[in-house]
């Protein structure tokens, strides 16, 4: 079921076949085959490189982080996730934690803190 609608007793009742044929389906011919060429902007600043997509987003600002950890030791590596942890609770100053959610929610459409394994494929010529 791809909805379900709740009866005023609290039980899950799932849409009728009307409604479920009112929802619109997307067909592959309403593709363009054509590719989007998407502006990209590349800088530095110090030791920092930054990659930067111009694009509007109604005021919401999309930003990643990635550090690089190869650094660590193998046992220093461990506490990778921990570091992970600790740069999502930065302090706040003065500021509640509603009014952190709301500002996060806001501008910056949610805020995550994970630390992923990659690694680079070296590309031979």
């Known amino acids: 079921m791809l909805k379900q609608n709740t009866s005023r007793s609290g039980k ?3 849409d009728s076949e009307e409604a479920l044929a009112s929802i ?4 592959l011919s309403d593709l363009s085959p054509q ?6 902007v590349d800088s530095q600043v110090g030791p920092t490189g930054f990659h930067f997509v ?4 109604k005021g919401i600002n999309y930003v990643a982080y990635y550090f690089g950890l ?3 030791t193998e046992e220093e590596l461990f506490y990778a ?4 942890d600790m740069l999502g609770r930065v302090n706040a100053g003065d500021k509640v934690y509603d ?4 500002d996060i929610n806001l501008n910056l459409g949610g805020f995550f803190h994970r630390h992923y394994r990659y690694w680079q494929k070296s590309v031979s010529p």
């Open 35 to 40: 590719v989007d060429k998407i502006e990209r």
């Open 12 to 14: 899950k009742v799932p």
């Open 81 to 84: 996730d921990l570091l992970s």
């Open 54 to 57: 111009p694009t509007f987003a």
């Open 99 to 102: 009014q952190v959610a709301k």
């Open 24 to 27: 619109p389906l997307l067909e």
């Open 70 to 72: 190869d650094c660590l």
